[in-house]
Structure formats: C-alpha cells, structure tokens
C-alpha cells in the first residue's frame, strides 16, 4: 500500500493538538477541526472523481486553518504543532493545487460533461 505522506502528516497534527492544554468551547473545536483534516483526506483520496476528491481536499485545507486560527486565539505560538501546521498546510495548499487524477475505478457518468 502506498504512504498518503499528507494523511500521515495530518495524524501526526492531531495527536500533537491533543497534547495542548486547552479548556472550554475551543478545546473541542480545536480537537473537532484538527480530526476533519486526517478524516476529509482519507475519506477525499477515496473518491473516484477529482470533483470529489478536490472537494474533500479544500475541506481539509480549511479545518487546517481553523485550527491555526484557534492556536492564535489560545496564544499558542510555540509549539510542534504550530510547525507541523505550516508544513501540513504547504501539503494541502499543493494537493489542492495540483493535477488530480480520477481514480482508475472511476465510471463517467452518462449524459455528463466530467
């Protein structure tokens, strides 16, 4: 099985956002968003047209920066997943940006323009 570099980034981001010590609303938003990355990417590069694969991409990109939004609130400057956030974002910003390909499953609709 080939390595998603991008999702196994994205774990790491979540496991280290686990670790800061945050309390009340934006914990669980922070831990929510931070889920939404690795869950949009595996549930993205699952989908067989790139439609739906960007879709889920750009998802990911925007819990990603919800999640660094939240650490500016927290006043978390600091930390390993402040790093891992700018690297995950440079991942994600390519992976949008890139020349997605259907998958090999994928079926054309009929009567579609895809």
């Known amino acids: 099985m080939k390595t998603f570099k991008t999702l196994e980034l994205a774990i790491q981001f979540y496991e ?53 939004t939240i650490l500016k609130l927290l006043k978390v400057t600091d930390s390993e997943a402040n790093k891992t956030a700018d690297q995950l974002g440079a991942y994600l910003y390519k992976l949008v940006n890139s020349e997605i390909k259907n998958s090999p499953n994928f079926r054309k609709p009929a009567n579609s323009d895809i």
């Open 16 to 68: 280290q956002v686990l670790e800061i010590k945050v309390t009340g609303n934006l914990k669980d938003q922070l831990h929510r968003a931070a889920s939404s990355i690795a869950l949009n990417l595996s549930e993205g590069n699952a989908k067989a047209s790139i439609n739906d694969k960007r879709n889920f991409f750009q998802t990911a990109y925007g819990s990603l920066r919800e999640c660094q």
